[in-house]
C-alpha cells in the first residue's frame, strides 16, 4: 500500500546511485507508469536507451544540476511520452514473466 501511495504522488523515480549490485525499481516505475532518472553508471546502462528513463550526469555538481535543468526543460513536452513508453515497457515484461510462468507451472 504505501509503495502504490509512493507512486501515486510523484512524477518520476529518481535513483541518484553511485553504484549498485541489482534494482527492479525501474520495473517497478514502469509498473505504475512513472518514468525515471537515474544516474549515468555503467550498472544502469541496460535501461538508459528506454525512452522513460532518463539520465544524470553525477560526476560534479555542476553537472548534475544541468542534467536535471536538461530533463527539465522536456519535462513538459515529453512527460506524456515517457509515461506511454513506461506503460509499454510494463506490458512487454508482463507478457514475457507470463510465457516464462506457464512454461514451468503446465
Same mark, same amino acid.
Given at each position: 500500500?504505501?509503495?502504490? @501511495? $509512493?507512486? !501515486? ?6 535513483? #541518484?546511485? *553511485? ?9 517497478? $516505475?514502469?509498473?505504475?507508469?512513472? #518514468? ?23 560526476? +560534479?555538481?555542476? $553537472?548534475?544540476?544541468? !542534467?536535471? =535543468?536538461?530533463? @527539465? !526543460?522536456?519535462? =513538459? ?7 506511454? +513508453?513506461?506503460?509499454? @515497457? *510494463?506490458?512487454? *515484461?508482463?507478457?514475457?514473466? =507470463?510465457?516464462?510462468? !506457464?512454461?514451468?507451472? =503446465?
Amino acid at each position: 500500500f504505501l509503495v502504490d @501511495y $509512493a507512486f !501515486s504522488i510523484s512524477h518520476f523515480l529518481i535513483l #541518484p546511485y *553511485n553504484s549498485l549490485t541489482q534494482t527492479d525499481l525501474i520495473k517497478l $516505475a514502469a509498473y505504475h507508469s512513472k #518514468p525515471c532518472i537515474v544516474s549515468n553508471i555503467d550498472d544502469f546502462n541496460t535501461y538508459k536507451n528506454l525512452d522513460f528513463v532518463q539520465t544524470i550526469n553525477i560526476s +560534479s555538481i555542476t $553537472a548534475s544540476i544541468k !542534467s536535471l =535543468e536538461d530533463i @527539465y !526543460s522536456k519535462f =513538459e513536452k515529453s512527460y506524456d511520452l515517457m509515461v506511454k +513508453s513506461a506503460k509499454s @515497457y *510494463n506490458n512487454r *515484461n508482463i507478457l514475457v514473466s =507470463e510465457k516464462y510462468t !506457464s512454461y514451468f507451472y =503446465e
